[in-house]
């Protein structure tokens, strides 16, 4: 059973930074791409950053690039989202995912989904 688990949310003012962790078991991770989305309350889940297998290749959106960074560790089954100069509208649950289709921004196109970690930006 694939189970990947977030960790590392919390509250945080603004500017400030936060590392957070996935660990994932169940299956051979590096064979999948992985990428980090997040769902702000009333809002649809949205795609944040992503990392090929191998870690050679990432992808940001626009809302984060610069300020986040995506990264993994195969050998511990690790992927990793640091995230500085963090802004009240990155307030969401975060959540990793896995995926065989490379470095995609749409959450259908992953197979595997952790249960989330809250993160909260207060101004």
């Known amino acids: 059973q694939v189970h990947p688990v977030e960790s590392g949310g919390g509250l945080v003012q603004a500017g400030g930074s936060l590392r957070l962790s996935c660990a994932v078991s169940?299956?051979?991770?590096?064979?999948?791409?992985m990428a980090w989305f997040r769902q702000a309350p009333g809002k649809e889940r949205e795609f944040g950053a992503a990392?090929?297998?191998?870690?050679?290749?990432?992808r940001y959106a626009d809302s984060v690039k610069g300020r986040f960074t995506i990264s993994r560790d195969n050998a511990k089954n690790a992927l990793y989202l640091q995230m500085n100069s963090l802004k009240p509208e990155d307030t969401a649950v975060y959540y990793c995912?896995?995926?065989?289709?490379?470095?995609?921004?749409?959450?259908?196109?992953?197979?595997?989904w952790g249960q989330g970690t809250q993160v909260t930006v207060s101004s």
């Open positions: 995912a896995a995926t065989y289709k490379g470095l995609s921004g749409s959450d259908s196109d992953y197979d595997y």
């Open positions: 169940g299956l051979t991770f590096n064979n999948y791409d």
């Open positions: 990392i090929s297998r191998s870690g050679a290749s990432r």
